[in-house]
């Protein structure tokens, strides 16, 4: 049975954030008390059985499960948020630095946002109608503030009165826009194809990696989905028992593997001073001795675990480890590299179709940038051939603004957030309506420099 330690003898502070709050507060006042305190119970309940703390592992991993609530995603962002506020024991670190800094931003314009004409209507629906739409939602409600932050006054256009309609209007003065927006899915099908493949390619090797305390830096250079299951294992069972140093044990033209140690050592002595949660970026860094890309990063250990307060829902920390892996993946096949450079085709093309083609028009579209920098320059090009292809004469598309967005969380910080913008115009009206640009960030915060975020190193 696993121990438990109440709140009052855990060392944690809660945050203090006026902006957080205000938007957290505001997104409340969409939702009864009873009704969050279901769907909150809902979600403790759906994570309290999701980790496993079976031998040796924290989630099960052959299944390449994702900490995330899909049906219910509003409620599981404002539960999120609720934690991260409130319950920090039970925050989740990784899932929360896409959707903190949103709230942030929210409630930093919290006066602003409530003034937009239609917002009201458009929360409720996200709330009762479109509960597992809140990726779209908010970024139109994102997008929308971004309009009223420049000076504009926004209409939000009720849905399905008068056939397709933009999501918005925004006028000044004399001048008028149509504009709609258009949110692409977090993390491409292809990748978590690929995220199940390696998961079940680890699993057959998990066993031995933990005897050996082994950490794996492994690129391959085909496609995971045309290797077998038992690829990893056949290439290494008898590599890694006899492996003494890093190094490098493999390099040909499918893979490239460097191996090191996990340093037990290290981790006992940390551990004997501050608590670590479990599937922290705390714990990652323990046993890859760096910071790392969680998404691509697998790790089990055999240890100690206690809980924090009331309940198992995601309070489950770390007392002690005698064993640990990690396994660091990377695929640099052109194949599988084009197949996660998702073009905004069909994005551009369907939100055309939602103007008047008599009036001037605008299209934002937001993406996520998990792949890495080879991913977002096969992206671009796509992008600028669409871009070539799109004929105006039957419409008045003046602009379309790309955004995109990284989150990320480190030991040190719950959550980091990177954001850059494109635009592209076809010089139907070639002046730039609005001057800030940023969804999220505050521009008088950032560093404009002549890079995307995806070409800097992260902290």
């Known amino acids: 049975m696993i121990p438990r330690r109440p709140l009052s003898q ?14 957290y507060h505001w997104f409340r006042t969409f939702i009864s008390d009873q009704d969050w305190m279901k769907r909150k119970n809902d979600i403790e309940t759906y994570l309290s059985t ?6 040796p592992f924290s989630e099960p991993i052959s299944e390449g499960t994702r900490l995330v609530i899909q049906k219910d995603q509003i409620g599981w962002y404002l539960f999120l948020v609720h934690c991260y506020l409130f319950e920090p024991h039970k925050y989740e670190f990784h899932q929360g630095a896409r959707v903190v800094p949103i709230f942030k931003r929210i409630g930093t314009d919290i006066k602003l946002v409530t003034q937009i004409e239609g917002i009201g209507k458009k929360m409720r629906d996200m709330f009762k109608k479109r509960k597992s739409e809140a990726d779209a939602i908010l970024f139109e409600v994102l997008t929308a503030l971004l309009w009223t932050r420049n000076g504009w006054d926004v209409k939000i256009i009720e849905e399905g009165k008068g056939g397709k309609t933009p999501d918005f ?81 493999i390099s040909n033209e ?38 790392v890309d969680h998404s691509a990063f697998t790790s089990g250990f055999l240890g100690s675990f206690f809980y924090v307060g009331d309940g198992e829902a995601n309070n489950l920390y770390i007392s002690d480890i005698a064993k640990a892996y990690g396994v660091h993946c990377y695929c640099d096949c052109e194949q599988a590299l084009n197949a996660k450079a998702r073009d905004v085709k ?15 028009s605008i299209i934002h579209i937001g993406m996520e940038t998990f792949d890495g920098p080879e991913v977002e320059m096969l992206r671009t090009q796509k992008i600028i051939n669409t871009m ?21 969380s480190r030991s040190y910080e719950p959550w980091f957030f990177d954001e850059t913008v494109s635009t592209a115009t076809s010089f139907i009206n070639p002046v730039l ?13 950032v560093t404009i420099e002549s890079a995307s975020h995806w070409d800097k190193k992260l902290p």
């Open 10 to 23: 855990f060392p944690i502070q809660k945050i203090k954030d006026d902006e957080i709050e205000n938007a």
């Open 50 to 55: 999701v980790v496993r703390t079976t031998s």
């Open 169 to 249: 209007e925004v006028t000044k003065n004399s001048k008028k826009w149509q504009v709609e927006c258009k949110r692409q899915m977090k993390t491409a099908d292809y990748t978590y194809k690929e995220t199940k493949k390696r998961q079940l390619m680890i699993s057959q090797i998990n066993q031995m990696l933990l005897h050996f305390n082994v950490v794996l830096d492994i690129t391959f250079h085909v496609e995971l989905v045309t290797l077998p299951d038992s690829y990893l294992f056949d290439l290494l069972k008898d590599i890694i028992p006899n492996v003494k140093a890093p190094g490098t044990i």
């Open 254 to 291: 499918t893979i490239d593997i460097d191996l090191s140690f996990v340093d037990i050592i290290s981790i006992k002595n940390h551990l004997k001073q501050y608590s670590v949660k479990n599937n922290s970026p705390q714990l990652i860094e323990l046993i890859a001795k760096k910071e």
């Open 346 to 360: 069909n994005q551009i093309f369907s939100a055309i179709g939602q103007f008047n083609p008599e009036y001037n």
């Open 388 to 408: 070539s292809s799109i004929d105006t004469r039957d419409n008045k598309l003046c602009w379309i603004f790309y955004h995109y967005f990284q989150s990320y």
């Open 433 to 445: 309506p609005i001057k800030k640009t940023f969804l999220i960030l505050p521009e008088d915060e």
